[in-house]
């Protein structure tokens, strides 16, 4: 019983400690998730502000080229210095022209003889060789004519021809159909960065088909906020939603094995609403211990082994007592109702049994008998071998009784060398001779008392209700009548 009261203690212990740091740890989880989607909605939206800056700056260069007369391009340049410095996202302003086959060599002697002595027509993969190539003859090309700014590191891109290459081709020829810039997808720079051209054709009169292209080249990994690339525990993807290649990438910190099972992984994914530049942003977060409020959960476990503890003492002392007290109360039901020589039920006992038997007797129509027992010549025996011996027998009477009886029959020693077999149920009343020939048996072997052998003989009253009686004490007084009869003729 102890070993299961403590169980039970822990069992319960255990599963408040886990729901309230369950609880705890729900409660810290959602915090996080609030703050990873607060986080998100404003990296978004920093995103989307670059994204418009994108298209108003664009805007602005395209309305000074349309402005501008070939080759007077210093307000034009003017105009790009003073954004990059206020954009560092914006890489470099560019122009690129539509020139014909047959313009081509006309358009590279004006190019050679107002803007760059050495320019030509060229070709770059920017794919998977990554170097200069021969230019292939076509209807059309799109060289860079301008940039800002131009420095020696990135002169030779100047002639570079944006048709020969399809990704770049396909945003120019879109931004004239559409008439809105158009990002192209994700490459890498000649400088090694990361970076996307935004085109806009430039309109021109009375042309049905755009001759300038203004250019902005972004630097990816600026688009995004420095906040951003300071959280470790974040992974960031930005990618182009039409071809999903990836603009940008952070891979956040690893999380151990434990932390992945007991904490989910936070996810935000938005698209940028905007035709021209379908930028998807992602971001992961993986939640770690570091992540919750440790300095809680210790407490609470603790707290919750101190009260254990607790709990623990205050059970052995309270099983403790109920013990001693269940112990003290069975030593006093003993008393009230067992005989402390024999160890038979007492006549407190026999009475209220008598009481329940009679009760159930009446209610069910059955019968039962009563069988008072009175040692013959008993006295003898104390005055030969004394008192002493005479308990000794005593006990070893009682316990052929308990022997020969059925288990559910009660035996009781009703007072001195007198005892009473309550025999609950009988079938009829000559099963009462065969109980007096069954308790005759018991006594027939002899005792032995002080190390003598000695026969003991008995007398014998037997009461059946209802016959004789209906009440106890009437069966009570037939029983003893009987009894003190037999134990005069025995005389």
């Not at 890498?188 to 250019?215: C, D, M, S, W």
């Not at 109702?337 to 009679?358: C, I, K, P, Y």
């Not at 003898?380 to 005479?390: I, L, P, Q, S």
């Amino acid at each position: 019983p102890i070993t299961r009261l403590y169980l039970l203690i822990l069992v319960v212990w255990f599963f408040f400690v886990v729901v309230l740091i369950g609880f705890i740890l729900d409660s810290e989880i959602n915090k996080q998730r609030q703050q990873f989607q607060r986080s998100g909605d404003a990296l978004y939206e920093q995103l989307g502000s670059k994204v418009e800056i994108n298209e108003a700056v664009i805007e602005g260069f395209a309305s000074l080229l349309a402005s501008s007369p070939w080759h007077e391009w210093k307000q034009v340049r003017r105009y790009a210095r003073r954004m990059i410095r206020r954009y560092p996202h914006i890489h470099t302003f560019e122009v690129a022209q539509r020139v014909s086959r047959d313009e081509l060599s006309g358009f590279v002697a004006d190019m050679r003889r107002n803007v760059e002595p050495d320019f030509r027509i060229a070709r770059f993969d920017f794919n998977d060789r990554r170097q200069w190539m021969n230019v292939v003859r076509t209807d059309q090309y799109y060289p860079v004519v301008f940039m800002e700014p131009i420095q020696a590191h990135n002169r030779a891109i100047l002639g570079l021809d944006l048709g020969s290459v399809e990704m770049f081709r396909y945003a120019l020829t879109q931004s004239g159909k559409q008439d809105i810039s158009v990002a192209s997808p994700p490459f890498t720079l000649l400088e090694g960065h990361r970076g996307f051209l935004l085109h806009r054709a430039v309109a021109g009169k009375n042309e049905k088909r755009p001759r300038q292209y203004a250019i902005l080249v972004i630097r990816t990994r600026a688009l995004l906020s420095t906040m951003l690339l300071k959280q470790d525990e974040l992974t960031a993807r930005l990618s182009h939603a039409a071809t999903d290649k990836e603009l940008y990438y952070k891979p956040g910190q690893l999380a151990g094995i434990v932390e992945k099972w007991l904490f989910p992984r936070l996810q935000y994914q938005r698209q940028i609403d905007n035709p021209g530049q379908p930028f998807v942003m992602t971001l992961e977060q993986q939640l770690r211990f570091s992540d919750v409020n440790l300095v809680l959960i210790i407490a609470i476990l603790v707290v919750a082994a101190v009260s254990f503890w607790s709990v623990l003492v205050f059970s052995r002392l309270h099983h403790r007592n109920e013990m001693a007290r269940l112990q003290y109360e069975n030593r006093l039901y003993n008393l009230a109702n067992n005989d402390s020589l024999t160890g038979l039920a007492n006549r407190n006992f026999l009475l209220e049994r008598l009481r329940q038997v009679l009760a159930r007797a009446k209610r069910k129509g059955t019968r039962f008998a009563l069988v008072f027992l009175d040692m013959n010549n008993f006295k003898m025996v104390n005055d030969e071998f004394g008192h002493a011996a005479g308990d000794n027998l005593l006990r070893d009477i009682a316990g052929r009784f308990k022997t020969c009886m059925r288990e559910e029959d009660t035996v009781c020693r009703y007072q001195g060398d007198e005892f009473v077999v309550l025999l609950e149920e009988i079938n009829h009343r000559d099963e009462t001779e065969q109980i007096r020939a069954k308790l005759m048996e018991c006594l027939k072997m002899p005792f032995v008392v002080n190390g003598s052998e000695l026969r003991v003989s008995v007398s014998i009253g037997i009461a059946v209700f209802p016959e004789d009686g209906e009440d106890i004490e009437s069966l009570l007084h037939v029983a003893d009548q009987k009894m003190y009869g037999e134990k005069k003729g025995n005389s």
